[in-house]
């Protein structure tokens, strides 16, 4: 068994997006995904996105993504990598592709200059909040995070 990781390429956004409704379907928000392939497409490979893409292979075939970009702290004055996504598909999963995927985003982090590593978790999905307490990772509990989206968006920017 050979696990590998490699950038993703635009003719894998049908398989990325397939590992996003996948991962929707877990959270219990298949309903908030919106995206469609040729937007997956367009948003991560464009010349201009923010957005980068990785796929894990086992044995050749696709089992896992991350999707990440940088974003900057001005305490550090140093960017940051910020993990959007991690997804590896349940009947692949205690294999180490996780992991895998995990340290190969450290790496990228560490090969950037960047002061930070940073992702978010569900507070109920403790599965995952154990892998990454196993990894070294430590939780930021004072942070809270919050999000204007949708119409709290256009209504707050036209007010």
Known sequence: ??????????SDASTIHGFILEL?????????????????ESSIFSSDSPAKALICEKDGEPIGF???????????GKKGL??????????????????????????????EGCGRFEWSVLDWNQPAI?????VGAKAQAEWVKYRLAGDDLIHFAQS
């Open 1 to 10: 068994m050979t696990i590998r990781i490699r950038k993703a390429a635009p």
């Open 24 to 40: 929707a379907i877990y959270e219990k928000a298949e309903h908030e995904v919106k995206a469609s392939i040729a937007e997956i």
């Open 66 to 76: 991350a999707v990440y970009f940088y974003n900057y702290s001005t305490w550090q």
């Open 82 to 111: 910020y993990l959007e996504d991690l997804y590896v598909s349940p009947k692949h999963r205690g294999l180490g592709a996780g992991k895998f995927l995990l340290r190969h985003l450290a790496q990228v982090a560490v090969e």
């Open 130 to 134: 154990d892998f990454y307490d196993s």
